[in-house]
């Protein structure tokens, strides 16, 4: 109901942009601040709301965002907005959408040219199939981790967007979209419905979960002087730490230093397609066809 009232409101408010106001007649009493008024709606279309609105996003974070502020930015008055969004957290549904819209667009930029990831995850391999594995599972596994990585991406330039995302849900237009396509793939795996469902859930939740993780670790390295100074101290503490007590650690203190947020992001979500790959071996799920 809440998506249902808010695209009918976006719709009509795009149609009024777009014609200007009633009538189309010079002259007569259409002149004046009726018009004026037109032109203003006009000129605050939401494509130019949700682009201020990210840009402060990213400078200051969710926290200080105000209506008010963004009025002030957009040079207009606060009931403006209201015309888009019934407040903050509408519009931060809208912007993490318009967001996630970007992430699918780029998505589909890369199949188009056929490339398995974008740019800044170009030198990360896509991992070798095992040969038990079908053609149309190896290309879903292979479209889904580009997916992925499209969304993560996009929460590496906007670092509040994983934490909305887990605030929100599915809830916006492009949200739902995003996972029908990741749906889409995994219906061609060797899965039943079941196992399908689970799998896209994971996968969606690996995501947002894991690119809330990283951008708050990103946040937190900001907010530091001397950010190799402060991954250093950290490292110390856990050498200090007792290796009867905790050998695991011990164990991986070779291998943490040479982590960066992509390659820890990349890791996961290998692991986490492999793990699909071998269920779809045991036959349960539907043939794919």
């Known amino acids: 109901m809440r998506n249902a009232q808010r695209n009918a409101r976006r719709t009509a408010q795009e149609s009024n942009a777009r014609g200007g106001g009633r009538g189309g007649s010079a002259g007569g009493s259409g002149r004046g601040a009726g018009r004026a008024n037109a032109r203003r709606r006009a000129s605050l279309s939401l494509d130019s709301i949700l682009e201020t609105a990210i840009a402060t996003l990213d400078r200051e974070g969710s926290e200080k965002l105000t209506l008010r502020g963004l009025a002030a930015e957009l040079d207009s008055g606060v009931a403006s907005l209201y015309w888009y969004a019934s407040g903050k957290d509408e519009l931060m549904e809208l912007a993490a959408d318009e967001v996630i819209g970007r992430s699918l667009r780029e998505n589909q930029a890369l199949d188009s040219s056929g490339s398995s990831s974008p740019r800044d995850f170009a030198e990360f391999p896509v991992p070798e199939p095992d040969p038990r594995t079908s053609q149309q599972t190896k290309d879903a596994l292979f479209k889904i981790r580009r997916l992925i990585l499209c969304l993560f991406a996009q929460m590496m330039k906007h670092p509040w967007l994983a934490g909305q995302l887990i605030k929100a849900g599915p809830d916006g237009r492009n949200a739902f979209l995003y996972w029908e396509t990741a749906g889409q793939q995994i219906m061609r795996m060797e899965l039943t419905p079941s196992e399908q469902f689970h799998a896209s859930v994971a996968a969606i939740n690996y995501a947002t979960g894991m690119g809330a993780e990283i951008s708050e670790g990103i946040k937190e390295l900001a907010a530091e002087q001397d950010r190799e100074a402060g991954a250093r101290e950290q490292i110390r503490e856990w050498e200090a730490s007792d290796p009867d007590q905790?050998?695991?650690?011990?164990?991986?203190?070779?291998?943490?230093?040479?982590?960066?947020?992509?390659s820890e992001f990349i890791a996961g979500l290998d692991l986490l397609l492999s793990g699909l790959e071998r269920q779809t071996w045991t036959g349960s799920g539907r043939s794919a066809g």
């Open 246 to 262: 905790y050998p695991f650690i011990h164990s991986v203190l070779g291998v943490v230093g040479l982590l960066d947020h992509r």
